[in-house]
Each structure stands twice: as C-alpha cells, then as structure tokens.
C-alpha cells in the first residue's frame, strides 16, 4: 500500500462540494490532497471504494466516477437505493468540509482505444461511468456516440442540463434517446433492438439496475453484436444461493491452497463459500472491491483444480483461457484448487 494509505488501502478525502442533482441524487465532488493525486488518477468508467462507520458497522461501498480526466475534480453521484444504508445516508448528511475515507480509483469499464462508434445504455444511476466515458470520447475522439437513457420519471433524471448541454455543442456526433417508465412502462427489447439497429458498428456500454441491464444486454446480443464489444459495470449482482450452487457440485472441496503476499496458506473449504470468502475466513487480506464481478480487483490464477464463476463482466476470454478468475465470484469445482494471487 502507498504511504498515504491506511493499512486497509484508504485515505481520507474531504468534501470540496455538495451537487444536488435530483431528490435521490447527490454528486460529492472531493478534494484530493497534492501527496496523494497520483494514487487518484483514474480512467474513465472506474469507481472509488467508501469506508463508512454506521451504527459501529464497518460498510464499503463502490462509487463510480460521473466525472472526466478531462476535467478538474474528482466526482461521484450516489442515488438514495430505497431501504439502503449507505446511499441514504451521503445523501441525508454529506456536506462541505467532512472527510470521507476512500480507496483509489478501480475498475475496468474502460473506453476500448479503437475508432469505433460508442453506444450507451445506462438506467438510472448507472449513467454515472456512462457520463464519465461520453464526457472523455467527446474530448479526446471523434467517435460518434448514441446514448439510450431510461428513468422511472421526467424529475429522476440525473445529469438533465449537462447532457442537453452536451447534446447541444456536439449535435454532429452525440444523440441522446430517453425513456420514461412513466409513459408507457418500463424498456422493451424491441426499443433496445431498434435503437441498435440505427447505429453502426459500436462497442457497447451498458450500465443500470439489474432488470434493466438483463433486458438490454440481451437484446444487444440477440442484434448480432459479438460478446467482446459489450461491456457491462454491475452496481449489484442477483447471486444464486450458495448453498443452491453447492448442491450442483459433483465433487466435495476440501481445501484450497492459496499463495497471497509470498506465503502459502491451506485453507479449508466451507460449501458454498467463494474462492474469497475462503481467503478471508482463513485470515487472508485477500484483494477485493466491487465484488459484482466487475473490477477484477480480486482476481487471482488458478494453478491446479478448477472453479466456476456466477458472475464475470471483468475478464476476457484469454485470461479466463490463462485460468484468471474473479475469487469473489468463484466457487471450486475440484477436490482441492491452488490459486495464486499476483
Ligand atoms: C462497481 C460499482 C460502481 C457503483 N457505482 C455507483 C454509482 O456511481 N452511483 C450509485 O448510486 N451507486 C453505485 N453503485 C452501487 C453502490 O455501491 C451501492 O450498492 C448502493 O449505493 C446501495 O448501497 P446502500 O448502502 O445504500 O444500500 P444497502 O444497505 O447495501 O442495501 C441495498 C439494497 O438491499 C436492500 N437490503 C439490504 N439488506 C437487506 C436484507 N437483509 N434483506 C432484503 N433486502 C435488503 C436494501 O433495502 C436496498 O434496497 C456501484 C456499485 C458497484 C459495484
């Protein structure tokens, strides 16, 4: 861990600035001390992890930038999630001045350097990367952009200003679509399959709550565009139960080996727990973030044995091909599994 970080990897960024966006909005623009704006840089697309204490619960959760590079400030938005600790709380009391304890940026929901066009989906809060990586094309590209944005309603709508503001200046290569559940209910495959059919040959980003992002990444799929130009960030992942999960394993896992930090540890498996979990549960400080299977933070190679993962929107075919897997995603499929983190 760099010198400016705490043992667990976070340092302390005050609040420059409270943006309220909507009723359920709240950007945070932070102010990152000189000594520590190189652990801050960031890509578009990447997030930020929080520590926050509530109640005496130690809660981390993952913010993604709704900034650019391109532009002078560190920001993330943070939707009030109904019913969720953390959301509710930086939208009740985050104001200027209060230091929040942050891990550096992550995440591989990254602009692909190519020249092809860029089409967006994003829902909700998930048009927080989304903007991040329109904001970086339009500034450092000529890629035309299409972007599909759906909300429940009109006054939802994050981002409303900046993006006609946007769509204004860059009319030649940014189109803007809306949806408004509202008006006729929620996004259709049809809508996204012809919104697909309009554009030419794009990678594809998709972000948004997870009926929608089923929704949408399977009718991009259907429309014909290859898997490797689809590219999804996950704010929250629907697991199968574990102990469902376990119940479909032909073999029992007794153990699994794993080398972190130069030093072996045998630890022994629980059903139904994940390559990370087993790590943990063993005393591991084991590498993690997002833990939806979208950062590749945790990932780790499997030498011997195998694993299966319930969720992978970080990592390739080569690399899963490598025997690369996302521990917190993985469960062990063999007796034992040697996994070495790098
Ligand atoms: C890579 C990544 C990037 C992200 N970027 C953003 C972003 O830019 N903006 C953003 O707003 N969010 C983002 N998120 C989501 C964010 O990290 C949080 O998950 C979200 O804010 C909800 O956290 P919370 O503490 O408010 O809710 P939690 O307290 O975690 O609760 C989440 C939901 O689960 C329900 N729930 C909690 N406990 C139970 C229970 N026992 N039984 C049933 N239901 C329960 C709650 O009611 C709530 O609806 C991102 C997530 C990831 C992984």
């Given at each position: 861990?760099?010198?400016?970080?705490?043992?667990?990897?976070?340092?302390?960024?005050?609040?420059?600035?409270?943006?309220?966006?909507?009723?359920?909005?709240v950007?945070?623009?932070?102010?990152?001390?000189?000594?520590?704006?190189?652990?801050?840089?960031?890509?578009?697309?990447?997030?930020?992890?929080?520590?926050v204490?509530l109640?005496?619960?130690?809660?981390?959760?993952?913010?993604?930038?709704?900034?650019?590079?391109?532009?002078?400030?560190?920001?993330?938005?943070?939707?009030?999630?109904?019913?969720?600790?953390?959301?509710?709380?930086?939208?009740?009391?985050?104001?200027?001045?209060?230091?929040?304890?942050?891990?550096?940026?992550?995440?591989?929901?990254?602009?692909?350097?190519?020249?092809?066009?860029?089409?967006a989906?994003?829902?909700?809060?998930?048009?927080?990367?989304?903007?991040?990586?329109?904001?970086?094309?339009?500034?450092?590209?000529?890629?035309?952009?299409?972007?599909?944005?759906?909300?429940?309603?009109?006054?939802?709508?994050?981002?409303?200003?900046?993006?006609s503001?946007?769509?204004?200046?860059?009319?030649?290569?940014?189109?803007?679509?809306?949806?408004?559940?509202?008006?006729?209910?929620?996004?259709?495959?049809?809508?996204?399959?012809?919104?697909?059919?309009?554009?030419g040959?794009?990678?594809?980003?998709?972000?948004?709550?997870?009926?929608?992002?089923?929704?949408?990444?399977?009718?991009?799929?259907?429309?014909?565009?290859?898997?490797?130009?689809?590219?999804?960030?996950?704010?929250?992942?629907?697991?199968?139960?574990?102990?469902?999960?376990?119940?479909?394993?032909?073999?029992?896992?007794?153990?699994?080996?794993?080398?972190?930090?130069?030093?072996?540890?045998?630890?022994?498996?629980?059903?139904?727990?994940?390559?990370?979990?087993?790590?943990?549960?063993?005393?591991?400080?084991?590498?993690?973030?997002?833990?939806?299977?979208?950062?590749?933070?945790?990932?780790?190679?499997?030498?011997?044995?195998?694993?299966?993962?319930?969720?992978?929107?970080?990592?390739?075919?080569?690399?899963?091909?490598?025997?690369?897997?996302?521990?917190?995603?993985?469960?062990?499929?063999?007796?034992?599994?040697?996994?070495?983190?790098?």
């Open positions: 861990m760099g010198e400016h970080l705490d043992a667990d990897g976070f340092a302390p960024l005050r609040i420059k600035r409270v943006v309220r966006e909507t009723s359920d909005a950007s945070l623009v932070l102010d990152v001390p000189h000594h520590c704006s190189g652990r801050f840089r960031y890509q578009a697309g990447q997030f930020l992890t929080l520590r204490t109640d005496g619960r130690d809660l981390r959760r993952c913010y993604s930038m709704s900034s650019a590079p391109v532009e002078d400030e560190l920001r993330i938005t943070v939707k009030r999630d109904p019913g969720g600790l953390v959301s509710n709380w930086l939208n009740d009391t985050a104001s200027e001045g209060v230091e929040l304890l942050v891990a550096p940026p992550e995440g591989r929901f990254l602009l692909r350097d190519n020249h092809r066009g860029i089409v989906f994003a829902g909700g809060s998930g048009i927080t990367p989304i903007m991040s990586l329109i904001r970086t094309a339009l500034a450092t590209s000529v890629r035309p952009i299409r972007l599909f944005y759906a909300n429940r309603s009109r006054d939802s709508v994050i981002f409303a200003d900046t993006l503001r946007l769509v204004d200046r860059h009319a030649d290569r940014l189109t803007l679509t809306q949806h408004f559940d509202d008006d006729g209910g929620i996004v259709t495959p049809t809508a996204v399959e012809s919104f697909v059919a309009a554009a040959p794009a990678d594809y980003y998709i972000c948004g709550p997870g009926p929608f992002m089923d929704t949408v990444e399977s009718a991009v799929r259907k429309s014909g565009v290859p898997r490797e130009r689809i590219h999804l960030e996950r704010f929250q992942v629907t697991q199968a139960p574990a102990d469902a999960v376990a119940a479909e394993a032909d073999v029992t896992t007794d153990e699994v080996v794993i080398e972190l930090d130069r030093t072996t540890t045998a630890a022994p498996y629980r059903a139904g727990n994940t390559l990370l979990q087993t790590a943990r549960t063993a005393g591991l400080r084991a590498p993690s973030s997002c833990e939806t299977g979208s950062c590749g933070t945790c990932m780790a190679r499997i030498v011997s044995g195998s694993a299966r993962m319930l969720n992978n929107d970080a990592l390739d075919d080569d690399e899963v091909a490598e025997g690369w897997v996302l521990t917190c995603q993985s469960l062990p499929t063999s007796r034992t599994v040697h996994v070495v983190y790098e």
